[in-house]
């Protein structure tokens, strides 16, 4: 039975604004990918910008995602074309661009994700194209139908003009990145007040235009709080967040040594 994979689905479900929760990616392994995939995770978003991964770490990482049926997303710490063309060809679900403060920036990124009516150089010899089973005109329809092209605001530049670049055709989504913007205006924490009063009209500016918003959170009342907001898709901590939190707890549980005698 050819059943079509879940990855494939995940930009209509994004912008349906079905619920998909996910996780970010430090690690340079395939594991904690494999892991989140069997877990039921619906995407997971491969640090390229603040994390260590060259291009042959992110094509490793994207084959397990896509053998592990889940969506992987790519940080671009460049969003350059080529860049942008590098991660695609080796068969990432998407992209999240960094720092979009306008217009013309968001249209850089939207070209650089889509064949038609973009700048996306062809090749369909790679992984996205199947290595060349999918012909010229099936490699371009699907990966321009499944290519998730998602615009990062998270600068205080970006504030005023939020709702032009929402108005970019071939930008899927917002992921409004309040650690930036916390930290660009002092405020103590990502869900302080000050930091609210600046999320809100960006979450304003995204219900008008119909754009999906995608927040980190760092707990379920968060989440919570965002998605009335108008929040859909969730990212909660990341593998080394997993791992860490998991680890502490284990250390707690067993200090003092269990058994230990005075």
């Not at 397990?64 to 590098?86: Q, T």
């Amino acid at each position: 039975m050819n059943t079509k994979p879940v990855y494939t689905d995940f930009r209509r479900r994004l912008q349906a604004r079905e619920y998909v929760l996910g996780t970010f990616l430090k690690i340079p392994t395939t594991h904690a990918t494999e892991i989140l995939g069997m877990l039921g995770f619906d995407f997971v978003i491969i640090d390229q910008e603040h994390a260590p991964f060259e291009r042959g770490a992110i094509d490793v990482m994207v084959l397990a995602a896509r053998a592990s049926n889940i969506a992987g997303i790519v940080r671009v710490g460049d969003p350059s074309e080529a860049n942008i063309l590098s991660v695609l060809d080796c068969g990432a679900t998407g992209i999240m661009a960094p720092h979009v403060d306008s217009a013309e920036k968001a249209h850089e990124i939207a070209a650089a994700c889509r064949y038609r009516g973009g700048k996306r150089g062809f090749a369909n010899t790679t992984r996205a194209g199947r290595f060349g089973e999918l012909s010229f005109a099936d490699h371009m329809a699907a990966q321009d139908a499944q290519v998730t092209c998602i615009a990062m605001i998270e600068d205080l530049a970006a504030l005023d003009q939020v709702e032009t670049i929402a108005a970019v055709p071939g930008i899927d989504a917002f992921f409004i990145g309040r650690g930036d913007l916390t930290a660009a205006i002092g405020a103590p924490s990502m869900t302080s007040a000050e930091t609210h009063r600046i999320v809100e009209p960006i979450m304003l500016a995204a219900r008008k235009a119909g754009m999906p918003v995608i927040m980190l959170c760092p707990d379920r009342n968060d989440a919570i709080a965002m998605a009335k907001l108008g929040a859909s898709a969730f990212v909660v901590s990341s593998d080394h967040g997993f791992l860490k939190q998991a680890a502490k707890q284990a250390l707690s549980e067993f200090k003092p040594p269990i058994g230990a005698t005075s």
